[in-house]
């Protein structure tokens, strides 16, 4: 350690005298003294760069960031060079900055945080005059602030429906007619695409899974029937009548835990026939659903629900649902009153995110929508040119133009253009959040039953996303992902190696991911396939290597994504008869992929995740044509990644070089 700290001494003043150097101008660094352990240089090209990099990564290993990992980090970004260390000389500065932490630092990290501060300060001057879901918002901020809403008297009415229940039939009655109401405590109904799917036991506290597994002495187990119990006390049950009440419900529990989740596929018919004693007819009338109309049904509860109506008494039914009801309150209630907290909670609860999103999505700027669809058409262009002058059979060309030319770029934003105008908002936190919950099963249910209009989007508009959805040739992207990239430098070559080579990325793998090539077709992306893997195999950061077949599908799409928008930059900057700064295009790419891990989250990336950890994905534009020219660098080998299929006449080129591009 002590040789290390002097290693660092001695580049720091090296680092002191040539600080108004250019960084490109500077001379590979000296040697450093000697004294080190000989097996620290052993595979450093850049001795100084690649010993800061590796004790920084291991002193924020133990120290959780700081230390003399900052020291280290500002000397690997002095002397960074790009031709061989992209990631260190791009965002070198910037890691220097965030130092790193348990949550590993990363650029989108800082873009979500920014969305979020800029929600918050939004959402508070929310106006209730607005009208449509600004004014929903405004009601339900207002609601969730005031400490007078937060009382356990708004759960009187729900308490006085349950307290009323005096058959089977009517507590099967109020299982169902929860749903409706916003007041699901047993089941509930999730949406996932344009399928319905019933849940049972959704809805219980959270740490309770395994519990039901333990001997009933276990001291957990005795904890949580006491919370019960507790819960119970404050809905108002005698301390006696609570304690054997908690039993009850744990034994009603235990046995609907004890059934494993199994979905089925069921229109109601069917689940009838599969699962008798259940209330399927209340359901589907609860729900307003078409019998034809097919859920998936969570069949192995249901049964176990179906045997508790036939041989439990409705007074323990009564207990039971006055204790699960009683739970999704409590939470509603003992959540915070500070912004971050409402905010918080809106996610979380069934309808706030819908109430965000539609919000959110109403107040985007239609201008950064316009801007990115121009993107991308121009975009779809460089790939449809490219296709046009591939090697490709033309029977392929032809496939892949016809997909290519069909993929359309739309706004992720769920639950736009939902007409809140009859929401009853104004009342209460608990009644707020109800009704949340009901309109947004109303609203998942007109998309099950092909009700609603427009493009059926999932994601929320206030979330950072962008994806691709092969099977209906959308390329989604959220408003709030394009105000972020739309709020940074305004230079063209910013824009196009961030949101540009984003949209790229989807449209690579749109054509990766294209179907119906003929044999020849598919071995000639094969073999573009192994170049790729070639390229990205050469990437290493520290001591972890890039697992090249692993991350091929997305690392592939971000060369492609690169290489059409550089090309796409530099033919918009022509035509205007501007200049293109290449240099400032793949500094910012690599920016955008700035992140700084530990080794330990790095290597836990590279086994979890098919994208490339940022800084691998950083590197990628090394490879990429017109790199080695901007920045001066030796030309590699290896011919640098062009265009995003072999041209036609190069295939006998491409068996000689193995990166043809
Ligand atoms: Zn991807």
């Given amino acids: 350690m002590t040789a290390l700290l002097l290693a660092g001494q001695a580049a720091a003043t090296t680092a002191t005298r040539v600080q108004n150097v250019p960084r ?37 290993e133990e120290s959780g960031g700081g230390g003399s990992a900052l020291l280290w980090q500002g000397i690997a970004a002095w002397f960074a060079d790009p031709c061989t260390g992209m990631d260190q000389y791009a965002n070198g500065f910037w890691k220097l900055q965030h130092p790193p932490a348990r949550e590993q630092p990363s650029h989108f990290g800082e873009l979500k945080q920014a969305v979020a501060q800029s929600i918050l300060a939004d959402a508070a001057q929310a106006s209730a005059a607005a009208g449509g879901a600004e004014a929903v918002l405004a009601a339900t901020w207002a609601s969730a602030q005031s400490p007078s809403g937060r009382q356990w008297s708004a759960f009187q009415p729900q308490l006085a429906a349950i307290l009323a229940l005096s058959s089977r039939d009517e507590v099967e009655r109020h299982l169902c007619e929860a749903l409706p109401r916003g007041q699901a405590a047993l089941l509930g109904v999730e949406r996932y695409f344009r399928r319905g799917v019933l849940v049972v036991a959704e809805g219980r506290g959270e740490g309770t899974t395994g519990l039901h597994a333990l001997p009933t002495a276990h001291p957990v187990v005795v904890s949580h029937r006491a919370q019960i119990a507790a819960l119970l006390s404050r809905t108002g049950m005698p301390a006696a009548g609570a304690e054997s009440a908690a039993r009850t419900i744990m034994e009603m529990e235990q046995s609907i835990a004890a059934a494993p989740a199994q979905l089925q596929s069921c229109t109601r018919e069917q689940a009838e026939r599969a699962v008798p004693g259940f209330p399927w007819a209340t359901l589907w009338q609860a729900l307003g659903l078409d019998p034809m109309t097919a859920l998936f049904a969570d069949l192995a509860r249901s049964r176990q629900v179906a045997q508790l109506l036939r041989d439990r008494p409705v007074e323990d ?31 979380q609860r069934p309808g706030g995110r819908l109430l965000l999103s539609s919000w959110y999505g109403a107040r985007a700027d239609p201008r ?9 058409d121009t975009l779809k262009q460089v790939f449809r040119d490219d296709v046009a002058a591939s090697a490709l059979p033309a029977e392929d060309r032809v496939v892949l133009d016809q997909t290519l030319a069909a993929t359309r770029l739309v706004l992720e934003q769920a639950g736009s253009g939902r007409d809140w105008t009859a929401f009853p908002a104004g009342g209460d936190l608990v009644t707020n959040l109800q009704s949340l919950a009901a309109f947004a099963l109303h609203d998942d249910l007109d998309i099950i039953e092909g009700r609603a209009q427009g493009e059926d989007t999932a994601l929320p508009a206030h979330h950072l996303s962008i994806g691709t959805n092969i099977i209906d040739g959308l390329v989604r992207v959220s408003p709030a992902l394009l105000a972020s990239l739309a709020g940074q430098a305004p230079q063209r070559e910013v824009q196009w190696a961030t949101l ?120 990628l534009g090394r490879s990429v044509k017109g790199f080695d020219t901007a920045f001066g660098c030796e030309p590699r080998p290896s011919e ?22």
């Fill in 368 to 376: 950064w929508f316009a801007a990115a669809t121009g993107m991308f």
């Fill in 640 to 661: 640098p990644f062009d265009h995003i299929l072999p041209r036609a006449g190069s295939t006998a080129a491409g068996a000689l070089h193995p990166n043809p591009g």
């Fill in 317 to 347: 039914w009564k207990v039971f649902l006055r204790y699960r009801e009683a739970a999704v309150l409590q939470r509603d209630l003992d959540s915070g009153t500070q912004s971050a907290d409402i905010l918080r909670m809106l996610e």
């Fill in 24 to 60: 490109a101008a500077l001379p590979p660094p000296a040697m450093p003294p000697r004294g080190f352990h000989p097996g620290l240089f052993a595979s450093f090209t850049e001795p100084l760069a690649g010993l800061a990099n590796q004790e920084a990564l291991a002193v924020a």
């Fill in 500 to 619: 540009g080579m984003m949209l790229g990325h989807e449209l690579g793998h749109v054509l990766s991911d294209a179907i119906g090539l003929s044999d020849p077709g598919q071995s000639l992306m094969a073999q573009e396939d192994a170049a790729i893997r070639q390229r990205i195999g050469d990437l290493w950061s520290g001591t972890s290597h890039l697992d090249a077949t692993r991350v091929l599908e997305e690392a592939g799409a971000d060369l492609r994504g690169l290489s059409a928008a550089l090309r796409a930059g530099e033919t918009e900057a022509a035509a205007a008869g501007r200049s293109f700064d290449r240099k400032r295009f793949f500094v910012a790419a690599a920016g955008l992929h700035a992140a700084n891990p530990t080794a330990r989250q790095l290597r836990a990336q590279l086994e979890r995740e098919g994208h490339p950890p940022g800084p691998f994905r950083a590197e």
